[in-house]
């Protein structure tokens, strides 16, 4: 039943190619070759810090805050589903964020005994139950990278969720490439815009390259969270190289969004940043191999009532960097039937 599965995965995956690109070798789509029941691993890093220098004593509301950000994650992701919607390759996927200590085991039983030191509960049964946060993450992945039906996030710690969203940012980054395909050398741009800013009229304004193939492979890590390179042969990459630059459409002197009408208030201001993406993407299969991102934003903003009282001069700086790497397979995926 598995070998079907996966047969049936690879011919759903056929249909969605365009004939185009089936007839143009020189151009390659990379949306991930996935089959219902495949598991893979992740390795995530992510860290951030925000400064933010209110220049009044006045609180508005919705009001950003500063901080830092800091997770080290390791992701297990399942492939629950799979089938073709209007010619396109729909994809439902499982995550979960698993201890380096369980690699090489999908899952932790429901009914497994709790490590020492962790409490348990019973329940109305007396059975032993967990006080554990589940930390499962379920979502579609379309063929044009876009994410929905998104269930659990908001069960994960705020560090998580920021590091789990850099995950499947660079994951569905393949499946957001042009559908035709690409070619080495070829650029593209593309617009994405922001939502939920102080700041109407943002967006990104991005620019990629597909720079060259090159040599990539998987990572294996310890117990002990430790990375090196796997003991096996590697593979090719295609390598895309992603800038985007942040643009505002809106005028400084008001960009105000319309949640901040709601509450009677105006903003006024100018955003600037920028990001670089590198990608290295397996040409065999599909999935991010490994993946950087460096982003540095700057807002200068002033927050008022629309009488133009009550202002609040906002000052923020954010940078970030995060990095994901696929893991190689660990020796329990492949069960030697002994």
Not at 82 to 107: E, Q
Not at 211 to 217: L, Q, R, Y
Request: hydrophobic content about 35%; glycine content about 8%; overall charge negative.
């Amino acid at each position: 039943m598995t070998e079907w599965l996966r047969c049936l995965g690879c011919f759903l995956t056929l249909l969605a190619i365009p004939c185009e690109v089936r007839d143009n070798p020189d151009r390659v789509i990379l949306f991930p070759k996935l089959s219902v029941g495949q598991s893979f691993r992740y390795q995530i890093g992510y860290r951030a810090k925000t400064n933010t220098d209110t220049q009044s004593t006045v609180v508005a509301p919705m009001a950003p805050t500063g901080g830092q950000t800091e997770a080290n994650l390791l992701l297990l992701v399942e492939v629950d589903d799979l089938r073709i919607d209007v010619g396109k390759t729909v994809v439902r996927l499982r995550t979960r964020i698993v201890d380096p200590g369980a690699l090489g085991s999908n899952a932790t039983p429901p009914n497994a005994a709790a490590p020492a030191g962790q409490k348990q509960e019973g329940n109305a049964n007396g059975a032993a139950k967990s006080t554990k946060r589940d930390k499962t993450v379920e979502f579609t992945l379309h063929s044009d990278g876009q994410v929905t039906d998104l269930e659990g996030l908001d069960k994960l710690s705020p560090d998580e969720q920021a590091a789990w969203q850099e995950w499947v940012a660079r994951f569905g980054g393949g499946a957001a490439l042009p559908e035709k395909g690409i070619k080495p050398g070829e650029k593209w741009k593309a617009e994405e815009p922001i939502s939920n800013a102080l700041l109407t009229g943002l967006s990104w304004e991005k620019e990629s390259e597909y720079v060259n193939d090159s040599p990539c492979g998987a990572m294996t890590i310890t117990s002990q969270g430790e990375l090196s390179a796997a003991p096996q042969a590697q593979e090719t990459c295609a390598v895309i190289l992603t800038t985007a630059v942040l643009k505002q459409k809106s005028s400084q002197k008001d960009a105000t969004p319309e949640d901040y009408k709601l509450h009677d208030l105006r903003t006024m201001g100018i955003a600037n940043g920028k990001n670089e993406i590198i990608t290295y993407i397996s040409l065999q299969t599909g999935l991010v191999v490994r993946a950087t991102e460096d982003a540095n934003q700057s807002m200068n903003v002033i927050v008022a009532k629309t009488d133009g009282s009550n202002r609040v001069h906002y000052l923020i700086d954010a940078e970030s960097h995060a990095q994901v790497m696929l893991l190689a397979e660990s020796p329990a995926d492949h069960p030697s039937g002994n």
